[in-house]
T-cell receptor
Framework: GAVVSQHPSRVICKSGTSVKIECRSLDFQATTMFWYRQFPKQSLMLMATSNEGSKATYEQGVEKDKFLINHASLTLSTLTVTSAHPEDSSFYIC??????????????FGPGTRLTVL | GESVGLHLPTLSVQEGDNSIINCAYSNSASDYFIWYKQESGKGPQFIIDIRSNMDKRQGQRVTVLLNKTVKHLSLQIAATQPGDSAVYFCAERLGGADGLTFGKGTHLIIQP
């Protein structure tokens, strides 16, 4: 299957600071990338959808000014959590969709980033 | 047997037995369905997918069944192994460019 990486895998920051998370598709071009958030023992919730070169589309209830998404190339999308607060602590997971070597267009997920805001 | 916990339903099976994990999806217009496996602290791992014009699809040791009449999806795992222990999520997609809507998840526990 296709490989998606995320960096960093874990980050701890102080309240009020901003954190940037990178998502990369390593062996295919991702026409679309998605960002999800997962709280402990809960399911994944879609936050936003981003297409390369265009503005992200945010799900209802997700603040676009707080969660800045940039999809500058077909292999890289970034999520920046601005002015982070303890309630933003969560597991952030990206996925990428595009034509892989197998010819499928399913979503492949990254390993996730654990954000802890103190 | 299957039980509902505070957050995730749990399914406990004996090693070597077959496992069946069920999922009710929400949107009758969804065109694509996927099963993911998630181990603790990791991202979801693709298992198998099925499109809405099919009712069954088989992979290696896994089978997905789709019943559109009652909006039900199931994942069958044959000869369950200890490495199959994880949380399993079904996910549905409304259209080609859309994100996924995930089900609540089922925690599969393998008894030795």
């Amino acid at each position: 299957g296709a490989v998606v990486s995320q960096h960093p895998s874990r980050v701890i920051c102080k309240s009020g600071t901003s954190v940037k998370i990178e998502c990369r598709s390593l062996d295919f071009q991702a026409t679309t990338m998605f960002w999800y958030r997962q709280f402990p023992k809960q399911s994944l919730m879609l936050m936003a959808t981003s297409n390369e070169g265009s503005k992200a589309t945010y799900e209802q209830g997700v603040e676009k000014d707080k969660f800045l998404i940039n999809h500058a190339s077909l292999t890289l999308s970034t999520l920046t959590v601005t002015s982070a607060h303890p309630e933003d602590s969560s597991f952030y997971i990206c996925s990428a969709s595009g034509r892989t070597s197998g010819g499928t267009d399913t979503q492949y997920f990254g390993p996730g980033t654990r954000l802890t805001v103190l | 047997g299957e039980s509902v916990g505070l957050h995730l339903p749990t399914l406990s099976v004996q090693e070597g037995d077959n496992s069946i994990i069920n999922c009710a999806y929400s949107n009758s217009a969804s065109d694509y369905f996927i099963w993911y496996k998630q181990e603790s602290g990791k991202g979801p791992q693709f298992i198998i997918d099925i499109r809405s014009n099919m009712d069954k699809r088989q992979g290696q040791r896994v089978t997905v069944l789709l019943n559109k009449t009652v909006k039900h999806l199931s994942l069958q795992i044959a000869a369950t192994q200890p490495g199959d222990s994880a949380v399993y999520f079904c996910a549905e997609r409304l259209g080609g460019a859309d994100g996924l809507t995930f089900g609540k998840g089922t925690h599969l526990i393998i008894q030795p």
